[in-house]
């Protein structure tokens, strides 16, 4: 994995910018990226301090982590430097959130089972 990991960075940081477009763009592309990817880690260390991820739409995520999918699928094929970045660290964000989720929300039913038993 942190071969596979390095070798997207690796592309994400050596990717040519488009001639036809102007130097600032590439590096616009690269600050976007790193504003829309570090937008959730306060989520993810949210979830992480309260053991919890109740709050969060399963379907939500699911169908945002796909995406995400797509849009690291697009830019390894367009050969887009901050497209790459952003949704590489994004998906692993985004997977590990539900992740947690799926983990947290069991253990919750569980515990919801057990004191449904312990009452009766």
């Known amino acids: 994995m942190k071969t596979f990991a390095?070798?997207?960075?690796?592309?994400?940081?050596?990717s040519a910018a488009p001639s036809s477009h102007p130097g600032w763009v590439q590096p616009l592309g690269f600050a976007a990226a790193f504003c829309t990817t570090a937008a959730f880690l306060p989520q993810l260390l949210?979830?992480?301090k309260y053991k919890s991820a109740r709050d969060i739409s399963l379907g939500t995520f699911l169908l945002f982590s796909a995406g995400v999918?797509?849009?690291l699928i697009y830019g390894l094929y367009?050969?887009?430097?901050?497209?790459?970045?952003?949704?590489?660290?994004?998906?692993i964000?985004?997977?590990t959130i539900l992740y947690l989720k799926l983990?947290?929300?069991?253990?919750?039913?569980?515990?919801?089972?057990?004191?449904?038993?312990?009452?009766?």
């Open 6 to 14: 390095a070798g997207l960075l690796f592309t994400a940081l050596n």
């Open 78 to 91: 367009t050969n887009s430097g901050p497209v790459i970045a952003s949704n590489f660290f994004t998906l």
């Open 69 to 71: 999918a797509m849009w």
């Open 103 to 120: 983990k947290y929300d069991r253990r919750a039913s569980l515990h919801t089972e057990r004191d449904e038993e312990s009452k009766t």
């Open 46 to 48: 949210r979830v992480i």
């Open 93 to 95: 964000l985004s997977l």
